[in-house]
């Protein structure tokens, strides 16, 4: 990574923007892993395939300056762009700071990396599971992730997983391939957190067969996950009709 480029500013300004962008494109693999990334993120934005370990010290080496004032050009031009942008948001120690930022972050994700690279530093559970269900009740499908993935932090907490695993009843009619996906990987992470409330919610719940046989499947696929427990799962597998899947 070339290091003569000076990312540590005290403000940035919209002269600054060409100058990054070719720094950001003079670290690019190439086209070949261009077109690769694009494919596996299923983005409409162009892609420029910077190394991941690159992009996380872009944005370590941005935030040591006037991030925000980088965060207030947004620059949406690559993916990796989107990427440098959420990874600095998350920076943000001030909540309704974070959040503002966060909200119009989410007008613009398109793609499932956009949010699943958010590394939430959560210092107040409360805050945070309104805030995701804010989001989760979002038209917006990609900001819906974002809310569910809010919640993969607060499973933990015994004052909130009831609460989480009834409000994920409201997803019932949920056609979005990828909010159904992250819940149910969400449902896996529960199920290894705290078992004994997911297998009472795989009983009794209202999701679409497609979101909880993927959740089984994840259990299933997870070294977390003892062969008895796996096998048990099974009798929560559903039948799924042909026009279901049409549907997701």
């Known amino acids: 990574m070339d290091n003569?480029?000076?990312?540590?500013?005290?403000?940035?300004?919209?002269?600054?923007?060409?100058?990054?962008?070719?720094?950001?494109?003079?670290?690019?693999?190439?086209?070949?892993?261009?077109q690769w990334e694009q494919r596996i993120c299923n983005t409409k934005l162009p892609c420029i395939a910077i190394p991941s370990n690159n992009v996380k010290e872009i944005i370590k080496q941005i935030a040591k300056g006037n991030f925000i004032s980088f965060i207030d050009l947004w620059i949406w031009q690559t993916l990796t762009n989107t990427f440098i942008i959420g990874g600095l948001i998350c920076k943000i120690k001030d909540f309704d700071t974070f959040k503002s930022y966060l909200l119009k972050y989410a007008e613009r994700a398109d793609n499932w990396a956009t949010c699943d690279l958010l590394k939430f530093n959560i210092n107040d559970n409360e805050q945070f599971y309104n805030l995701a269900i804010e989001f989760c009740n979002s038209?917006?499908?990609?900001?819906?992730?974002?809310?569910?993935?809010?919640?993969?932090?607060?499973?933990?907490?015994?004052?909130?997983?009831?609460?989480?695993?009834?409000?994920?009843?409201?997803?019932?009619?949920?056609?979005?391939?990828?909010?159904?996906?992250?819940?149910?990987?969400?449902?896996?992470?529960?199920?290894?957190?705290?078992?004994?409330?997911?297998?009472?919610?795989?009983?009794?719940?209202?999701?679409?067969?497609?979101?909880i046989n993927k959740a089984i499947q994840k259990c299933r696929d997870s070294f977390r996950v003892t062969q008895e427990d796996k096998e048990n799962l099974l009798k929560f597998k559903r039948l799924i009709k042909k026009n279901e899947l049409k549907k997701i």
């Not at 993935?149 to 056609?175: A, G, Q, V």
Request: aromatic share 16%; charged share 25%; proline share 1%.
């Open 139 to 211: 038209r917006l499908p990609f900001a819906r992730r974002i809310g569910i993935s809010i919640f993969f932090k607060l499973i933990n907490d015994n004052d909130y997983i009831d609460k989480i695993l009834n409000f994920l009843n409201n997803f019932e009619n949920e056609k979005e391939y990828y909010v159904n996906m992250i819940i149910s990987w969400l449902l896996c992470d529960c199920f290894i957190k705290q078992k004994e409330k997911t297998l009472n919610f795989l009983n009794n719940n209202k999701l679409n067969n497609f979101t």
């Open 4 to 34: 003569n480029f000076n990312l540590i500013k005290e403000k940035w300004s919209m002269g600054d923007i060409d100058n990054f962008q070719s720094y950001l494109i003079s670290l690019s693999k190439g086209n070949e892993k261009s």
